[in-house]
């Protein structure tokens, strides 16, 4: 495996990096804060300068991909355009490409056991992705009557749910190993499906 580049100066980062790299290669639980120090180039008492401990680490790497996660999430919507179905299906589209892209930083924040709550910046980094589902599922339902409007954050995450599934299941490995149906088609017929049944889209 090809070490980070660390530049002096930004060893941090540099961490951050060598860890999504360890994580994409041996899983979220299975690497060492001494591991990630030599993949980055340095010793291994230098990540202490700026982490405590390697679940700090940890948290680090996934906050920093919630925040790009979520971003790439607020930049697929666009404002619901053309149509609010549309963005939607749009943000289903970025979920699968982030996985796939950063699957080290995917890997740190769903399954890492982490404990969101226990750290504020984590926290409001995982908040503000799933508030960008939350705004996108609102936008969707605005063209119902208030009464027939289903609980907009019940959906976000019933769809987030349905994303990671679809991820874990057929994202990941040889395409067309578990499926003959791609992860893209597979998530946007699911999601169709779902909102057919809540009355959101006609038949």
């Known amino acids: 495996m090809a070490r980070v580049s660390y530049h002096h100066g930004n060893l941090r ?6 860890t999504a ?4 290669h041996k899983g979220p639980m299975a690497f060492t804060l001494a591991e990630a120090a030599r993949q980055a180039g340095v010793s291994a008492a230098a990540p202490y300068r700026h982490f405590a401990g390697r679940d700090q680490l940890l948290e680090e790497v996934a906050r920093q991909g919630f925040l790009e996660f979520a971003a790439l999430l607020e930049s697929a919507f666009d404002g619901g355009r053309p149509s609010a179905l549309s963005a939607f299906l749009r943000m289903g589209e970025a979920y699968l490409g982030f996985a796939a892209a950063r699957p080290g930083f995917y890997m740190a924040m769903f399954e890492s056991g982490l404990s969101i709550a226990g750290n504020a910046d ?4 995982a908040e503000r992705a799933e508030q960008a589902l939350v705004r996108a599922a609102e936008a969707l339902f605005a063209r119902l009557p208030p009464g027939r409007r289903p609980p907009a954050t019940m959906v976000a ?11 874990e299941l057929f994202g990941r490995g040889r395409p067309g190993a578990r499926s003959p149906i791609s992860a ?20």
């Open 21 to 24: 790299a360890l994580i994409q």
């Open 184 to 203: 893209a088609d597979m998530l946007e017929s699911g999601v169709l499906i779902y909102l057919r049944g809540l009355g959101v889209i006609p038949e």
């Open 157 to 167: 995450n019933h769809v987030w749910a349905l994303s990671h599934g679809v991820v």
């Open 122 to 125: 984590l926290a409001a980094a």
């Open 13 to 18: 980062q540099a961490l951050v990096d060598a």
